[in-house]
Nanobody, 127 residues
Framework: QVQLVESGGGLVQAGGSLRLSCAAS????????MGWFRQAPGKERELVAA????????YYVDSVKGRFTISRDNAKNTVYLQMNNLKPEDTAVYYC????????????????????WGQGTQVTVSS
């Protein structure tokens, strides 16, 4: 089992940057594929980025490609989401999620694939 705690959210102007962190407690962090999701008011939760256990393979939703970078440091039990050139439409609560997997080469795109979720961190981008 793993517990996830996000940090790094805040208020930023359009064009600015934020770095979200998700610290995991528990054992065997490197056995978990990770994802970042977001949910804006009145909208459904959507996947932003996903990452394999090793961190070698990544996925990004089209709207953040070229602006966001997901990464992990297995030695620190932490996954990151670097967000650059932020836009007002990026405003949402951001959640990290984890799923334990034996498949080192897979990331997961559906929220239903994840077993563990953080409490979320608010990101607000002003125009």
């Amino acid at each position: 089992q793993v517990q996830l705690v996000e940090s790094g959210g805040g208020l930023v102007q359009a064009g600015g940057s934020l770095r979200l962190s998700c610290a995991a407690s528990g054992r065997a962090f490197s056995s978990y594929a990770m994802g970042w999701f977001r949910q804006a008011p009145g909208k459904e939760r959507e996947l932003v980025a996903a990452l394999t256990r090793s961190g070698r393979s990544t996925y990004y939703v089209d709207s953040v490609k070229g602006r966001f970078t997901i990464s992990r440091d297995n030695a620190k039990n932490t996954v990151y989401l670097q967000m650059n050139n932020l836009k007002p439409e990026d405003t949402a609560v951001y959640y990290c999620a984890a799923t334990q997997t034996f498949n080192s080469g897979s990331y997961y795109l559906s929220g239903n694939s994840y077993d563990y979720w953080g409490q979320g961190t608010q990101v607000t981008v002003s125009s």
